[in-house]
């Protein structure tokens, strides 16, 4: 059965017993500073678990992409160790519990996948008597196949909700004979292979350390895909199956090598598949290599697997390449890797070549490294040598360890792993852990309201008060001064959502009150909150009120979301398929848009965008809102915004025959209404990311108002017209040429000058003719020139001069005559001395290099030392 089967029944099988199958998740957390990555079914779902938001189901099942790094050095050596995999899961936020979830995980694996019965193993917590009754009674797994286990049959993450788990186990060796009592640890762990954990989470695990029972039992599932296949495929390992060995067997294609026929090379195949899985899924989501966070563990794996490459004789960048093989294997099921293709090759490709430089860089500075080690009589590596060049760097430690092994030299490991263990905690200092999951709360549940948002068409309306709240707590009052949050029974303030700020805007409670309205957010029940301050009267719950928001703010709003829809589709166009989009915030004044590109807009794109957006402005073309099924607008061809939710009725906003966008925000009515686009700028916010600021309407008119008056104002400074102000700048920069010209000119008459002085301070040092002199007023490029002068007269010497740059700089250049560096007289290494003495350094060629110093009071005294050291070279 092949992997596509195997997801698309799993799903199928739980939408028959009434979950919701939802779509997995993007592999990076959407606003969740507690995971690097989603790394397991519930992640993207902790919401619902925690109570912050109500499902629309309480049954929703899925197949979620997940990254775990943590085992990343046992990838490709175990049968069953991934960077990425596919979690199954079903869950239940508070709804059906052990009696439900037991028998159809049982009836998955034995009716609809055909497994034997007989070769199923469970284990359950020690105390869990339920889990026992139903295991052995309703399904009718024999006692002496339930193992009871304290600490493996409890899922806790410490504070917050936790229970006791179940898991399910394959026997896949039963020709071995019936254990006289099973426990999945048996035969060293290889028998028996875990393929299900049902997780019952019934508790609260108090901050006191106690444990009390949840108002809501749920339910959270995880079936490894992989592991699945490897049992339905006869898989002598997950990577036996046909989810990796088409990767396998075009890397065997380019390498030349074949597959299962060494060990070490296995393990390079395995790397190699397993991790341009992981770097396809998390570049199509939109993480992309960097030097820290997600960005740092992409770059990781691309460059573990191009080590792995070499192993196999790969020398030149190949994984981009392999990109194809996995959509091919994965893209009915993960479309964006497919429509994002070109993209991730790019980037792979761009990140493989830069490592391949990288490699040969650090082969460079390792052998400097080792002749300094033997140099001073050593054959041991420090390890925070080591870790530098693999921190810094990029330089694997595998690759050092080999280098040092053919030269004899060994590697301090215990300090290189203590040096990685510091970087460790540090990094672990940097991400402090966030409470990833809450308490249930009650409060909404007592709530039995209902709610209507009127704010697309009105911008006023009258309505009830609902509940108020205040203190955390539900009252029937507020008074003057009181910050409460509050329900009405419609409202027209739209909640923040989809990147759209929120609205603001009064409610005047009759003649009694008038509530100020700061804020507005979704609740968990869904409805639209009020965060708000009483100021004047008493509001009570049942009060009939008028809601008005502020009308010229909304409609400021409404041309920059408008605009947002636009510029997304303009980006596109001119940069590619591959724009995604990474964030937004649509206020009055402006808006922000933060979408997927390597590199930095030029000119010409960025009016080129521009230009896009303002001319469906021009055409004032229709905005068109309707409601259909989620199918139907995807079949339209619409794009779903960063962070939006979707259920199985959306919004679609259609501006003329341009854009078609999923979105729950407040737009205009026609393009027109825009009046003006104008972006502001355009900057990196992270690797990979842009940014680009812009405004609308009034917005737009004052930015470019104010342009004007700065182009005035430097023509006014010029004295110039404003029409002659490019042709006035042409000027001023050709008189800046000229004088520098004149400039350089002098500084050679100078030079020349001084060369004929320099030259009749020359004397011998160890039989060599040697000059040290200090230069004043002369700088680096000058002293450069005036130091390959003197070289060129000389037919056999040393040069070393020296300059202070104001009061806290140093400048050195060493020229060294070839014949001499023979003799053992390096200027790389000569300059490097004589710039210690000041608190610098520097380097370059044997026979020219320069560097710099700090302390400009020791400037004669490294001057003065330099003839020492050459007479020490000569000895």
Request: aromatic share 8%.
């Amino acid at each position: 059965m092949k992997s596509a089967e195997i997801r698309q029944r799993f799903v199928k099988f739980f939408e028959s017993k009434g979950h919701e199958i939802v779509p997995s998740a993007s592999l990076v957390p959407y606003n969740d500073p507690s995971l690097l990555w989603i790394n397991a079914g519930m992640a993207p779902l902790k919401k619902f678990f925690d109570g912050s938001e109500i499902p629309k189901n309480p049954r929703i099942t899925n197949s979620q992409k997940c990254i775990r790094t943590n085992d990343i050095e046992n990838v490709g050596k175990t049968a069953r160790h991934h960077t990425m995999f596919e979690m199954l899961g079903n869950f239940s936020i508070g709804d059906y519990f052990k009696k439900e979830v037991i028998p159809w995980a049982w009836e998955f694996l034995t009716e609809e996948l055909k497994f034997d019965k007989d070769r199923f193993y469970v284990t359950i917590h020690t105390e869990d008597d339920d889990a026992f009754e139903i295991w052995t009674n309703v399904v009718g797994i024999p006692a002496d196949r339930i193992c009871r286990t304290e600490e493996d049959n409890f899922w806790d993450i410490g504070e917050g909700p936790c229970g006791p788990c179940s898991e399910i186990f394959y026997d896949r060796n039963p020709e071995m004979g019936k254990d006289d009592v099973f426990h999945p640890d048996n035969h060293n762990g290889e028998r028996y292979l875990e393929v299900w954990n049902l997780v019952f989470t019934q508790f609260n695990h108090n901050a006191d350390g106690s444990y009390t029972e949840l108002p809501k039992k749920n339910i959270d599932t995880g079936a490894g895909l992989e592991r699945l296949c490897s049992l339905l495929q006869n898989g002598e390992t997950n990577f036996d199956t046909d989810l990796f060995l088409p990767i396998i067997e075009e890397t065997a294609r380019l390498s030349g090598k074949q597959y299962h026929t060494d060990l070490n090379l296995d393990v390079a195949f395995k790397v190699i598949a397993d991790h341009i899985r992981t770097v396809t899924f998390s570049v199509g989501d939109g993480a992309l290599p960097s030097n820290e966070g997600r960005g740092y563990v992409i770059r990781r794996l691309l460059r573990r697997a191009v080590r792995y490459g070499k192993v196999l004789g790969i020398e030149k960048p190949f994984m981009y390449t392999l990109v194809k093989i996995v959509g091919d294997i994965m893209g009915e099921y993960y479309p964006e890797i497919v429509t994002k293709r070109e993209f991730i090759e790019r980037v792979i490709k761009a990140e493989e070549e830069r490592f391949h430089v990288t490699l040969a860089d650090g082969e460079s500075l390792l052998a400097d490294v080792l002749e300094r080690v033997k140099g001073e009589g050593k054959n041991v590596l420090p390890g925070e040598e080591a870790f530098r060049l693999y921190d810094t760097y990029g330089f694997p430690i595998d690759l050092t360890e080999d280098i040092c092994v053919e030269q004899g030299i060994e590697i301090d490991r215990e300090g290189f792993e203590k040096a990685l263990n510091e970087q460790r905690q540090r990094a672990r200092a940097a991400r402090k852990d966030v409470s990833t999951m809450s308490v249930q709360t009650e409060l909404y549940d007592e709530l039995d309201i209902r709610s209507n948002f009127v704010g697309y068409s009105e911008a006023a309306t009258s309505a009830q008060v609902l509940a108020i709240i205040s203190g955390g707590e539900i009252v029937e009052e507020a008074h003057e001064g009181d910050e409460i949050a509050l329900f009405l029974s419609q409202t027209p303030f739209y909640a923040e959502s989809g990147g759209q700020v929120a609205d603001i805007g009064l409610i005047h409670v009759g003649e009694a009150a008038i509530v100020q309205v700061l804020d507005v957010q979704k609740a968990p029940n869904g409805y639209n909150l009020h965060k708000a301050r009483v100021l004047s009267g008493t509001v009570n719950v049942l009060d009939e009120a008028e809601a008005s928001i502020d009308y010229e703010r909304r409609v400021a709003i409404t041309r920059n979301h408008t605009a947002t829809h636009l510029l997304h589709k303009a980006l596109r166009q001119v940069l590619g398929e591959h724009v995604a989009q990474a964030g937004s915030l649509v206020g009055p004044d402006r808006l922000r848009f933060d979408f997927s590109h390597l590199s930095g807009m030029t000119a010409e794109e960025i009016a080129d965008v521009e230009r896009r957006v303002n001319e469906q402005i021009w055409q004032n073309e229709i905005v068109e809102i309707n409601e259909m099924g989620i199918d139907d607008a995807k079949a339209l061809g619409a794009m779903a915004l960063f962070g939006e939710k979707y259920g199985d009725v959306v919004r679609v906003v259609k501006a003329g025959d341009y854009s078609i966008e999923l979105c729950g925000g407040c737009h205009v009515r026609s393009t027109g209404e825009i009046g003006l686009f104008k972006i502001v700028s355009e900057s990196s916010i992270a690797a990979g990311v842009r940014r680009v600021e812009a405004v609308t309407g009034k917005g737009a008119y004052e930015f470019v108002v104010e342009r004007d008056r700065l182009l005035t104002d430097a023509a006014g400074k010029l004295k110039a017209n404003v029409n002659d102000v490019p042709s006035r700048i042409d000027n001023l920069q050709n008189n800046i040429k000229e004088l520098g010209k004149e400039i350089e000119s002098l500084k050679g008459k100078l030079a020349a000058g001084e060369v004929k002085n320099l030259v009749e301070q020359i004397r011998e040092v160890g039989g060599v003719p040697f000059l040290a002199a200090k230069l004043d007023g002369v700088d680096m490029d000058g002293l450069r020139a005036i130091a390959e002068d003197l070289k060129a007269r000389l037919a056999s010497g040393v040069v070393v001069l020296g300059a202070a740059q104001g009061t806290d700089k140093v400048n050195f250049v060493v020229a060294v005559t070839k014949d001499l560096n023979g003799k053992g007289i390096q200027a790389g290494k000569l300059v490097k001395e004589v710039a210690a003495v000041t608190g610098g350094g520097g380097g370059g060629r044997p026979d020219l290099a320069q560097a710099g110093g700090k302390d400009v009071s020791k400037l004669q005294e490294a001057l003065d030392k330099a003839a020492d050291l050459v007479a020490g070279m000569l000895v």
